[in-house]
């Protein structure tokens, strides 16, 4: 009785600490997805409807622990809402009208991210090499530009491919493009808390490297491949379960690719590189560890989701498929490295090499399964 009573006053002292600003931004949100609702919803199943409306509670919640996630969300609002009414609902349009052909059609939208993140990775290393405080806030503010423009082209590719069909439009999670680009956003975004939390933007050197890495395979990918090109959904994916297993996932590879980064860095700082310019060996453990942490909470939560799907479309919760077998490889692995941590206490430069290790773990299971390995999931091949 009285725990219940102590989390009931919890929850109203809570409350009782936001602002009328908190509630206007919660109420626009609200207005937001009722827009939606109205305008689109006609293109929507009940279980996306679902998602609409869950994502209310919880992007106001973000947006009261973290603010800078109003004004991101507010301008994804405006700029996609701009950039959609700019199509007249016409594709042809994306060629035609200037700020969709410079600006905010999907491609230029992603090609204005891939700049802004390599520019932000320049500036992040100037900065650090330099002890430049301007530098290093540069590079900060060319990543918010880049999450911006990333988001913004993902929620209009996600209209395009309404304008081409309505049996071909899908939310764009569905490819190698569009999770690279989803990967690059998760990644950049969670970074972002963190240097914002801890006050320090010497980790932004080491981690754009890895969302560099990624842009560079994207634009390298849509050269060679054409892979912009909006695609029907093969029929495996056509199922409400990629909607919410995909971001799932890639949330779990975006945190673990960062604490990886984090590792490198923690490696330089205790063998002298850098030492200086680095946060403490506390900080970056701290870092480090919460990465994990969340990465495995979603990770996990995907694992699952992805069994349900699997029993939906192929009639098993698990068939050894490779994609599978390296996902539960890389589930093990974290979950690992969190035992050892919680019971053993791990710190230190086992737990950073591990860390990195785990990268290359990830990225194989990411990536290398597509490029070497066939199974049910070859839809995804290279």
């Not at 395009?160 to 990967?183: C, K, Q, R, T």
């Not at 981690?207 to 060679?224: D, K, N, P, R």
């Not at 230190?348 to 290398?368: C, K, R, Y």
Request: charged share 10%; proline share 2%.
């Amino acid at each position: 009785m009285e725990t219940s009573m102590e989390t009931s006053l919890t929850y109203q002292s809570y409350f009782k600490r936001l602002s009328i600003f908190d509630w206007f931004y919660a109420v626009l949100l609200s207005m937001g997805s009722m827009y939606a609702m109205s305008r689109y919803g006609s293109y929507m199943d009940g279980y996306e409807k679902a998602i609409l409306l869950f994502s209310v509670p919880t992007f106001a919640w973000l947006g009261w622990n973290w603010k800078p996630m109003r004004v991101l969300m507010m301008a994804l609002a405006l700029l996609s809402l701009f950039a959609i009414s700019q199509y007249g609902g016409s594709l042809d349009a994306a060629n035609k009208r200037f700020f969709l052909k410079y600006l905010f059609s999907s491609q230029s939208a992603i090609l204005w991210m891939s700049t802004f993140f390599f520019l932000s990775t320049l500036f992040y290393w100037g900065g650090l090499i330099a002890r430049s405080d301007f530098g290093s806030s540069v590079g900060s503010a060319l990543c918010w530009a880049a999450v911006v423009m990333g988001f913004t082209g993902l929620l209009v590719r996600w209209y395009e491919s309404y304008l081409i069909g309505a049996d071909v439009g899908h939310i764009p999670v569905s490819n190698l493009y569009e999770v690279f680009v989803l990967f690059s956003m998760i990644t950049a975004l969670f970074y972002l808390y963190y240097e914002g939390s801890y006050g320090t933007r010497q980790l932004g050197a080491f981690v754009m490297l890895v969302i560099s890495a990624a842009v560079a395979f994207l634009l390298w990918y849509t050269v060679s491949r054409d892979a912009a090109e909006i695609q029907p959904l093969v029929p495996a994916l056509q199922s409400w379960w990629m909607k919410i297993h995909v971001p799932a996932n890639f949330i779990g590879y975006g945190t673990f690719s960062l604490a990886a980064m984090v590792g490198v860095a923690y490696l330089f700082k205790v063998r002298g590189i850098l030492h200086d310019r680095l946060p403490s060996l506390e900080v970056l453990d701290d870092v480090m560890y919460k990465a994990i942490a969340v990465g495995f909470a979603f990770f996990t939560i995907a694992t699952i989701l992805g069994a349900l799907w699997a029993a939906e479309a192929w009639g098993g919760y698990w068939s050894w498929d490779p994609k599978e077998t390296w996902a539960l490889i890389v589930w093990l692995n974290y979950a690992a490295w969190l035992h050892m941590r919680l019971m053993k206490g791990l710190r230190g430069q086992v737990a950073a090499w591990w860390a990195v290790v785990g990268l290359l773990v990830t990225t194989f299971a990411f990536l290398g399964v597509n490029m070497f390995l066939s199974g049910l999931h070859s839809y995804g091949a290279l």
